[in-house]
């Protein structure tokens, strides 16, 4: 039987795991949320959510420190991960995967557990890695990069930690960055003549009415002349990345 792919679709998803607190322990998935994305709209088509029973329940907390956060009885009767494994194959296999630091942690755990269950793992035909995207060409202004701090830096709201709403926050993450960054590749003079001449706005504090000085989120020094180099050499490199020639024109219709 034919596999069917779809080289030009994005995957964005997400896992939420056990977090290993000894030597030799493993990592446990224990959900996983994935929205695919329309490449020219950047619209989410469909979407899937499921949580996972590892096969041995004590590894998963009997409480959770968020409000929503996933407990053993929230996974008690839930699937095992090979009872979902066929779903998620077909999900990812064959499209653009996205989704944050999912290089080094995401893509690594999804191989883990199709080899646990003897199955071969799905194979993307992309990956956008929206941390070190955006760590080299958003720089550090968000502070650690981590997406609770990218969302509270654009007032997305408070990240959740579920991997469905994780999914479509990094969505609008990305949106915005882009925004952002088209917004500096488009006027370089204009912003760089202006944010050069302080590296402080003044604002009007709603207590007092006084003038306040606000940092701003770039550094002295022209570091907006390099970000703006940085943000034409994505440009360049996105002629021949569909996914992110998308985003950018995405990001030219929100301020049309």
């Known amino acids: 039987m034919e596999i069917q792919t779809f080289p030009h679709e994005m995957v964005f998803f997400d896992l939420e795991t056990t977090v290993p607190n000894k030597t030799g322990q493993h990592f446990h998935i224990l959900e996983f949320g994935a929205i695919i994305v329309c490449p020219r709209k950047l619209e989410e088509l469909e979407s899937y959510t499921t949580l996972i029973q590892p096969k041995d329940l004590s590894v998963v907390s009997l409480?959770?420190?968020?409000?929503?956060?996933?407990?053993?009885?929230?996974?008690?009767?839930?699937?095992?991960f090979e009872d979902v494994a066929e779903k998620i194959y077909g999900l990812l296999h064959g499209r653009i995967w996205a989704g944050h630091n999912i290089r080094r942690f995401d893509c690594v755990r999804i191989k883990e557990a199709f080899a646990e269950i003897g199955k071969a793992a799905p194979e993307p035909s992309g990956i956008i890695d929206s941390l070190g995207l955006l760590s080299d060409k958003f720089g550090k202004r968000a502070g650690n990069m981590k997406m609770a701090s990218l969302a509270a830096y654009f007032g997305l709201g408070v990240q959740k930690h579920r991997s469905l709403d994780d999914v479509r926050m990094n969505l609008e993450v990305l949106k915005h960055c882009a925004t952002?960054?088209?917004?500096?590749?488009?006027l370089p003079n204009q912003?760089?003549?202006q944010w050069q001449s302080s590296s402080k706005i003044m604002t009007r504090s709603r207590s007092n009415k006084q003038i306040a000085p606000r940092?701003?989120?770039?550094?002295?020094?022209?570091?907006?002349?390099?970000?703006?180099?940085n943000v034409k050499n994505l440009l360049s490199k996105a002629q021949g990345n569909q996914a992110l020639q998308n985003l950018m024109k995405h990001s030219h219709s929100l301020i049309r």
């Open 191 to 193: 912003l760089e003549g």
């Open 63 to 80: 409480r959770s420190s968020r409000s929503d956060g996933i407990t053993r009885d929230k996974v008690r009767e839930a699937p095992s």
């Open 180 to 186: 952002v960054l088209f917004l500096e590749s488009t």
């Open 215 to 229: 940092s701003m989120p770039y550094s002295k020094g022209g570091s907006l002349g390099k970000m703006t180099q």
